[in-house]
Structures are given as structure tokens and as C-alpha cells.
């Protein structure tokens, strides 16, 4: 995918990366990407905390895991909306807990993990989603407590989930994290810096990781959805809306990205997230990963290059 406008130097994508999830372009719905897959069936009977759980990504990978079998703890800032998206898993209320958080809050996430453990008594994993876009326009002229008020969103929310989870899984020597990143992380988003900035971070943030929990048996990944139809690209009118002037250049990229085809289909992107978790990805911990790698081939890859 290459970046918004007006930055000629943005590269493109890589090409030639399979679709293993949906080969077929199926499912743009957050409901319809929530039926159960036979490759997670490992997901059974795990637990999997999900921040930003009521948003239209994590509510299609909170119901993938639920149907899944996994147990799902949701985690959000606004109560109603997590609680209408537990509701909406289609499962039995005893597989779910909906648990309101603040990741501005240095506590929030550490409330969670607590009220994790005493409803289920492990947590297996755990996905970072929940991020801000931030303020847009050009960095010098932006509010300063507005830009770092992405950083401690999307960068600071993901130590403080990693904290709040990593004593219990290097405890137990088994555990996975997703982090949610996006491509805006590995080149330059020009009116965007805050959230190019701070997806960055998480990537080399996930990078340190994965080599600190090697001995511990925890796997780390950096995942880029893609560009989804839901959030942003669902209405690129009311995201300009929204954010002002500055927004129109990346509105009119993503009613272009929609027309030519560059969304990523929603079952693909949550399919692929959910494989992560797994284990079928374990030697690739660490790495940027896209909703469209082949994962199965890159590990295969990896194995053979460690031998």
C-alpha cells in the first residue's frame, strides 16, 4: 500500500504476499468476520484480552476469538460500547468479560489483567488494538498535548498492556502479544506524524521485546491490518469531517485506496491476527507482519534460515 498523498517518496508495498485467510475477498463486516475458523481451534479454551474491543477491528477479532472458542476479556474507555459488544459475541456470557479502561490511567490495564486472572485464571495472550489517530496537519503548527496525547494512547497503552500481562506469561513460560501497528510505522505519513510516530515506536518497541521474552517461551508480533473498511475508511467524508482541513489529502487517498481495490478484507486481516495467537507464527516473534503474509511459508523460512 503506499502512503498518503504528498510524499513522493512513500514506497509501496511489497507484492506478491498470499491471502491465506480469503482468498476470495469475503466478509466486510464485523459480524460476518466472527465465524469460527477450523486452523484456530488451538484457541480453544485459551483466554485473550482485547483492548479497544468495542471499536469495529476489535469487535470483529473479540467475536473471531470467541467463536473460536477462546475466552474473550473486552477492555475499552466507554462502558455501554464494550458492554453492546460482549453482547454481540454470540457465546455464553460465562466465556466473556467486559472490563471499562483508560490507557491514559497507569492502572487501567493492570485492573484488567487482575480481573483476567480472577474470572479465568490464566491469560494466554494478549492484543494491543486500542489507538488514536491524533491531531493532523503540519507537526510545527499542532497542539503539543495533542500530539503526545497519541503517544500515550498508542505507544504508552501498549507497555502498559504488556506490563500489566507479562509477569503472569513468563511466569507460566508461554504467552503471545499482538501489537496493532500500520504501515504508517514503516514510512513517513506527512500530516500524520503523531500517529506515523508512535506506530513506529511500537514496532521497534515489539522488536526489543520478542528478543527479551525469547528465554521466557513468549512470542511478540507487530501486525498491520491493512487499510480496513471500518474506522476512517468506512467514511473518508465525516474522517475529514472530523479532523478538519488538514484530513482532506488523506480522505481523498482512502476513497482512493477503496476504489482501486486497496482495502483488506476484514475476515482476512482478523483470520490472520487470530492465527498469530495460535502459535502457527512463533518463530517469526518480533517481526512486522501484514494481513496478507503467507505466515505458514515465512515460518518454514525462518526454521530453515536458524538451522
Known amino acids: 500500500m503506499s502512503g498518503p498523498p504528498g510524499d513522493p517518496l512513500s514506497p509501496v508495498a511489497p507484492a506478491g504476499r498470499a491471502d491465506p485467510a480469503d482468498p476470495a475477498g469475503e466478509g466486510d463486516s464485523a459480524d460476518q468476520a466472527g465465524s469460527a475458523d477450523p486452523r484456530l481451534a488451538g484457541l480453544t479454551g485459551s483466554t485473550v484480552v482485547v483492548t479497544g474491543a468495542a471499536g469495529g477491528f476489535g469487535r470483529a477479532v473479540s467475536r473471531a476469538l470467541a467463536q473460536a472458542g477462546a475466552r474473550v476479556v473486552l477492555t475499552g474507555r466507554d462502558p455501554d460500547a464494550l ?63 495533542s500530539w503526545w496525547h497519541a ?60 528478543v527479551e521474552l ?11 491490518p491493512g487499510l480496513l473498511d471500518v474506522g476512517m475508511a468506512e467514511d473518508p467524508h465525516r474522517f475529514a469531517e472530523r479532523h478538519g482541513p488538514a484530513a482532506r489529502a488523506i480522505a481523498a487517498w482512502l476513497r482512493d485506496q477503496a476504489d482501486s481495490g486497496g482495502l483488506t478484507p476484514l475476515r482476512t486481516a482478523v483470520t490472520t ?35
Not at 454470540?90 to 474470572?119: F, I, K, N, W, Y
Request: charged share 20%; hydrophobic share 50%.
Open 83 to 145: 458492554d453492546r459488544a460482549a453482547a454481540g459475541l454470540g457465546v455464553p456470557a460465562d466465556r466473556v468479560l467486559a472490563v471499562p479502561g483508560d490507557l491514559t490511567d497507569p492502572a487501567a490495564m493492570d485492573r484488567v489483567a487482575a480481573a483476567a486472572l480472577r474470572r479465568f485464571g490464566r491469560v494466554d495472550a494478549l492484543v494491543n488494538n486500542a489507538a488514536v489517530f491524533g491531531p493532523l496537519g503540519p507537526t510545527w503548527t499542532l497542539d503539543e498535548r
Open 151 to 210: 503517544m500515550e494512547v498508542n505507544l504508552r497503552g501498549v507497555l502498559r498492556g504488556c506490563r500489566a500481562v507479562l509477569p503472569h506469561m513468563t511466569a507460566h513460560r508461554a504467552g503471545r502479544i499482538v501489537n496493532v501497528v500500520s504501515s504508517a510505522g514503516r514510512t513517513r505519513w506527512p500530516l500524520a506524524s503523531a500517529y506515523s510516530v508512535s506506530k513506529a515506536a511500537v514496532i521497534t518497541l515489539t522488536e526489543n521485546l520478542a
Open 214 to 224: 525469547r528465554r521466557h517461551a513468549v512470542s511478540v508480533f507487530a501486525y498491520h
Open 273 to 307: 491476527l487470530a492465527l498469530l495467537l495460535t502459535g502457527a507464527a512463533d518463530p517469526l516473534s518480533g517481526q512486522y507482519l501484514t494481513a496478507r503474509d503467507a505466515l505458514a511459508a515465512l515460518a518454514c523460512s525462518r526454521k530453515a534460515d536458524a538451522r
